[in-house]
């Protein structure tokens, strides 16, 4: 069979995802899939509007059903699905209950083994409960760990005569890999709805499987590697990273001495006395290129920081300075082009008295700072994302800002803020 395109519409506005289904089959999508999100936010309003607008196109309903088989395929097949998707951990009286609900409706069923980890004995057991398609799925949540491969679709292609497809970061540059891997149907949903121009992105998805090359993607694949973790987090706002964080871990209170220059970086801790500037300064002997010295000087004054201490880790190679105190010399520090962020500003320096340790948890205007988690600020304030995340967040923050960039788009054709997300909707009532 030939390679199909599925798009995923995984949205939660139906209004947003019939514009985007035109502008992907206007590019030769073959398959329109109602997302979870969709379904779960419209019902089955959604099948039904893909299937009177898109009449050529085979209907996907992602029901990812667990149990009540027989009930959700028959709402999905009779407001329109072609193809109705149960999950492999379902229970195999569920499956068998899809697929014969599908046989009187003249639908198909597709299982969907996220998270599952023992795919053999699995699709073995499906294959013989009649199922129609089987679909190797990286989740969302494991994308933005970077943990996307097709060992698994290369796994299951080889054991199965059923068509198979692949759902999960798929893009023109990973699309060729996806079918030599094994699959016969890619499932698209960020890189299609996310796009400034998806009816170009899907035409270039296309182009990429017929010549069997890989076209570079407008989106940012995900990264799990220091140098593309700094690569990304350049491109993306703050404001984006507390999104990615659910508005969690800015450093309240704490203000940027020089505006127009981003901060990123891991944490080199430093917990000093009020004033006492000496382990601050030797924090830059000790901490690596790259590192963001962060100093907890307990909120008050005197400066521990100025001119001398950020030339020299501009020496060093240090790539900012967080202080829960006093900085001074803000003038000269913002000559230099040094990012750094303090609570206070004052002429008044402390004295060198030795006081304090490296390398420890802080306290910064209420948070906690462990050494290695990362540090990210701009013009609008700083936040901390922890070590352990960073490569998670990292990819959320990129995805918050392609969605944004596709909401930008379609205001500029017109719309409004407030339409577009459907304000009055979703707001919480009572």
Not at 1 to 17: C, E, W
Not at 231 to 245: E, F, R, T, Y
Not at 317 to 340: H, L, N, S, Y
Request: hydrophobic share 45%; net charge positive.
């Amino acid at each position: 069979m030939k390679t199909i395109i599925q798009i995923a519409l995984d949205f939660v506005d139906l209004k947003r995802a019939l514009k985007l289904a035109k502008e992907a089959v206007a590019g030769g999508a073959d398959w329109l899939e109602a997302g979870t999100p969709l379904i779960k936010s419209a019902g089955m309003d959604s099948i039904r509007e893909l299937r009177k607008q898109f009449p050529a196109n085979k209907i996907v309903a992602d029901m990812k059903t667990i149990d009540a088989g027989r009930a959700e395929v028959e709402i999905a097949a009779k407001s329109g699905a072609d193809i109705v998707v149960v999950l492999g951990a379902a229970s195999d009286s569920t499956i068998k209950e899809c697929v014969e609900a599908a046989g009187n409706y003249g639908a198909k069923i597709m299982v969907d083994f996220m998270e599952l980890k023992s795919l053999k004995k699995r699709i073995r057991e499906v294959e013989k409960l009649g199922v129609d398609y089987l679909c190797v799925h990286t989740a969302i949540d494991e994308q933005m760990k970077g943990r996307v491969s097709f060992k698994n679709l290369r796994e299951l292609s080889a054991i199965t005569k059923l068509p198979v497809a692949v759902a999960g970061g798929i893009n023109s540059e990973s699309a060729v890999d996806a079918v030599k891997a094994g699959a016969n149907i890619v499932i698209i949903g960020g890189a299609i709805n996310k796009s400034s121009n998806a009816e170009k992105a899907v035409r270039e998805i296309k182009t990429a499987l017929a010549r069997k090359i890989k076209i570079k993607t407008e989106l940012y694949r995900r990264v799990i590697d220091k140098p593309d973790i700094i690569k990304i987090l350049l491109k993306v706002s703050a404001a984006n990273v507390s999104d990615a964080l659910h508005r969690q871990g800015a450093l309240e209170g704490l203000s940027p001495v020089t505006k127009g220059f981003k901060l990123i970086g891991p944490a080199f801790t430093v917990r000093t006395f009020p004033g006492d500037w000496a382990k601050p300064v030797e924090a830059i002997d000790l901490a690596e290129a790259g590192s963001i010295i962060v100093i907890d000087a307990g909120g008050v004054g005197p400066a521990v920081w100025g001119e001398l201490a950020t030339c020299s880790a501009l020496k060093k190679g240090i790539a900012g300075v967080v202080i829960d105190g006093a900085i001074r010399d803000t003038e000269e520090i913002a000559g230099m082009k040094f990012p750094a962020y303090a609570k206070i500003i004052t002429p008044a320096a402390g004295e060198p008295k030795g006081f304090g340790e490296t390398g420890v948890p802080v306290n910064i205007c209420g948070s906690r700072v462990y050494p290695g988690d990362w540090l990210v600020g701009d013009s609008d304030g700083v936040l901390v994302i922890p070590g352990s995340r960073i490569a998670e967040i990292t990819n959320r923050a990129m995805d918050v800002l392609e969605k944004e960039n596709r909401i930008r788009k379609e205001i500029n054709e017109g719309s409004s803020l407030g339409k577009i997300t459907e304000l009055l909707r979703w707001e919480k009532k009572g």
